[in-house]
C-alpha cells in the first residue's frame, strides 16, 4: 500500500495550476490537521493497512505549514513504514527553510520534491510563481546539504523557452546533486487561471521534449516515465502508481484507489473538515482497471502485461518497432509516444 497525503495551502496560486488549493486560508491550517489524523487512521483501520511502501505529501504546499503540525502524522505511521519506506514532501522554495527541513527529516522524511519550475526569473514570472531564481538555488542547497534524495520539478514549452535556454536550465539543475528531476511540458488546465482566462498564448507552438530528453541523457539523467528522469533514485512512490498498486488518498481533494473503489475527499476544506468520512465513490470495472493499466504501463518503464493485450496487435506494434517484449511484459520504444500506443490497444 502507498499513501499521498494532500496539503491544500499556497500562499500563491500559480497561472497553470489545476490542483486544489486555497490561498487566504491560513486560518484553517490547525482544523485542518486535526481533520487530516482523523482522516488517516481512519482509513488504516477500515482498508486493514499492514505496511506502507511509500508516503508523498503534496499540494498545495505542504511548507505553507509549521512542521508541529506533522509530528502526530509521523507517530501515526511509525509503525506501517519500514526500513526502506520512502516518505517524500514537495516544497516551494520561496518557503523552504533549514528549521521545517530538520523537524520534517527527523520526523521520517528522507525525500523532498522542491517546485522550482524554472531557471529564468522571466519565465517564473510568466507562469505567476511567487518565488526567484535565488530562492531557488539556495533551497536546493540546503536541502541537498540535508537530504540525498532531491528531486527539483522544471517546466517547458512556455513561450519565453528556446533551446538555448532549455539546455541552460538543464545545465544548472545538474550542476547540483540532484537524484531525479520532472520536466513538465505547459499544460493549459480547464481549471487553471490560464485555462479560465484563455491563456493560450503562454504555450509555445513547438515542442522541445527532445531537446529535455536528450539535453538530461546526457547529464546521466534515465527517463522511466513521459515527464521523469532519475539519476541515482527513481521516485518509488511514482512507480507504485504506475504498478497498479492500491493507495490511500487523505485530505480534502484527496484520491484513494482500494481494490475496486476509488473515492475522492471534498474539494472545500470547510467541508472536509466537517464531513472528514464523507467521500465521493466510483466503482470501478474490471474493464476500467485493465485500460488504466495500459495507459499508465505504456508511459513509464513499468510496461504492461502480455496477457491482457490482443496478440495480433502485440505483433503490429513490435513489428513497426513501437513496442519490445520482455519477460511477458511489453514497452514501450518511446515513452513520448505512449499515449497514442496505449489508444491503439485501448
Known amino acids: 500500500m502507498i499513501l499521498y497525503i494532500h496539503i491544500p495551502f499556497c500562499d500563491s496560486k500559480c497561472g497553470y495550476c489545476a490542483f486544489f488549493s486555497k490561498i487566504d486560508s491560513n486560518h484553517l491550517i490547525e482544523p485542518y490537521f486535526n481533520t487530516l ?35 502526530e502524522i509521523f507517530d501515526t505511521l511509525s509503525r506501517y513504514l519500514t526500513d526502506d519506506s520512502e516518505i517524500t514532501t514537495e516544497a516551494n522554495p520561496n518557503l523552504l527553510n533549514k528549521e521545517w527541513l530538520t523537524a520534517m527529516r527527523d520526523f521520517g522524511i528522507n525525500r523532498l520534491s522542491l517546485g522550482v519550475q524554472s531557471f529564468f526569473d522571466d519565465k517564473l514570472a510568466l507562469l505567476q510563481r511567487n518565488h526567484d531564481v535565488y530562492h531557488s538555488k539556495k533551497s536546493i542547497e540546503l536541502a541537498c546539504e540535508m537530504l540525498d534524495n532531491v528531486s527539483i520539478d522544471l517546466i517547458y514549452d512556455c513561450n519565453v523557452d528556446s533551446q538555448s535556454r532549455i539546455l541552460q536550465e538543464i545545465e544548472i539543475a545538474s550542476g547540483f546533486n540532484l537524484s531525479h528531476i520532472s520536466m513538465y511540458s505547459l499544460s493549459i488546465e480547464r481549471d487553471s487561471d490560464f485555462g479560465r482566462n484563455h491563456r493560450f498564448d503562454t504555450k509555445s507552438t513547438d515542442s522541445f521534449r527532445e531537446i529535455v530528453r536528450e539535453g ?59 464531513n472528514t468520512n464523507k467521500k465521493e465513490v466510483e466503482i470501478l470495472s474490471e474493464e476500467d482497471l485493465i485500460l488504466e ?16 493485450l490482443e496478440e495480433r496487435k502485440i505483433r503490429n506494434v513490435c513489428d513497426s518497432k513501437l513496442c519490445f517484449v ?17 489508444n491503439y490497444f485501448i
Open 326 to 342: 520482455k519477460n511477458n511484459r511489453i514497452y514501450a520504444n518511446d515513452l513520448f509516444n505512449a499515449d497514442n500506443l496505449a
Open 293 to 308: 493499466e495500459i495507459m499508465l504501463g505504456f508511459r513509464s518503464n513499468i510496461g504492461v502485461r502480455c496477457e491482457i
Open 216 to 274: 538530461l541523457k546526457q547529464k546521466g539523467f534515465t527517463q522511466y516515465e513521459v515527464s521523469n528522469f532519475y539519476k541515482t533514485k527513481p521516485c518509488k512512490h511514482n512507480l507504485g502508481y504506475w504498478s497498479s498498486l492500491e493507495y490511500l488518498g487523505v485530505g480534502a481533494g484527496a484520491v484513494g484507489r482500494v481494490g475496486k473503489k476509488r473515492y475522492y475527499g471534498s474539494k472545500n476544506i470547510e467541508s472536509y473538515i466537517a
Open 37 to 71: 489524523l482523523l482522516d488517516l487512521k481512519h482509513q488504516l483501520y477500515i482498508y486493514n493497512v499492514e505496511k506502507i511502501s511509500s508516503v508523498f505529501i503534496g499540494g498545495g504546499t505542504p511548507n505553507m505549514a509549521d512542521s508541529k503540525y506533522y509530528k
